[in-house]
Nanobody
Framework: QVQLVESGGGLVQPGGSLRLSCAASGFTFSSYAMSWYRQAPGKERELVAVIFSAGGSTNYADSVKGRFTISRDNAKKMVYLQMNSLKPEDTAVYSC?????????????WGQGTQVTVSS
């Protein structure tokens, strides 16, 4: 059973930093890309960052490039999102995501989400 559990959200002042963590279980973690998404009130869910399984290459949304860093620890089955220079517009619920092959199909899995609020 695939499970994704996020932690690390909270309230931070503009310019501050937070590190989000996602603990994964129930699948061959090292074989799959992992992503962080976010959704702000009244807005569509947005892909923030993805880290691929092979070689660990990464991609970021333009809005977070140079400020956020996604990383993974395959031995611990963890994925992280280091967020620096946070802005009020980064306020959202952040969720961990993976797309896992199950037999002949692929299925999306999401964590419960963690709230990040950037405010003075």
């Amino acid at each position: 059973q695939v499970q994704l559990v996020e932690s690390g959200g909270g309230l931070v002042q503009p310019g501050g930093s937070l590190r989000l963590s996602c603990a994964a279980s129930g699948f061959t973690f090292s074989s799959y890309a992992m992503s962080w998404y976010r959704q702000a009130p009244g807005k569509e869910r947005e892909l923030v960052a993805v880290i691929f399984s092979a070689g660990g290459s990464t991609n970021y949304a333009d809005s977070v490039k140079g400020r956020f860093t996604i990383s993974r620890d395959n031995a611990k089955k963890m994925v992280y999102l280091q967020m620096n220079s946070l802005k009020p517009e980064d306020t959202a619920v952040y969720s961990c995501h993976c797309n896992v092959r199950e037999g002949w199909t692929w299925r999306d899995y999401w964590g419960q989400g963690t709230q990040v609020t950037v405010s003075s």
